[in-house]
């Protein structure tokens, strides 16, 4: 069983940086696909980014087209922890952002098999 836990959110103005976090449970940490994902009022739960283990040391990241140049992802293994920093951020980018850990490379969202709470962030123009 992993436990994901959010934070980092909050309320920020349009060009503004935010640094989320995401602490795991696991000990098995850097065994698992890494996701970021966000859900605005009204709207389904869309992908913003995801770590994915190549090798032993090595991961791939991907991102959402809106985001890309703006966001990144990064993990501390010895932390069990993955970070999202946003930078230059827009109104548009206002959503809860969940966390979620896959077993498989978590290219679609029902590959992943842990969901974190959420952390809220709102970017005011």
């Known amino acids: 069983q992993v436990r994901l836990v959010e934070s980092g959110g909050g309320l920020v103005r349009a060009g503004g940086s935010l640094r989320l976090s995401c602490a795991a449970s696991?000990?098995?940490?850097?065994?698992?696909?890494m996701g970021w994902f966000r859900q605005a009022p009204g709207k389904e739960r869309e992908f913003v980014s995801r770590?994915?283990?190549?090798?032993?040391?090595?991961?791939?990241?991907e991102y959402r087209d809106s985001v890309k140049g703006r966001f990144t992802i990064s993990r501390d293994d010895a932390k069990n922890t993955v970070y999202l920093q946003m930078n230059s951020l827009k109104p548009e980018d206002t959503a809860l952002y969940y966390c979620?850990?896959?077993?498989?490379?978590?290219?679609?969202?029902?590959?992943?098999?842990?969901w974190g709470q959420g952390t809220q962030v709102t970017v005011s123009s």
């Open positions: 979620a850990a896959s077993y498989g490379r978590g290219q679609l969202q029902n590959e992943y098999d842990y």
């Open positions: 696991e000990h098995s940490f850097t065994m698992y696909t």
């Open positions: 770590s994915s283990r190549i090798n032993r040391s090595t991961y791939y990241a």
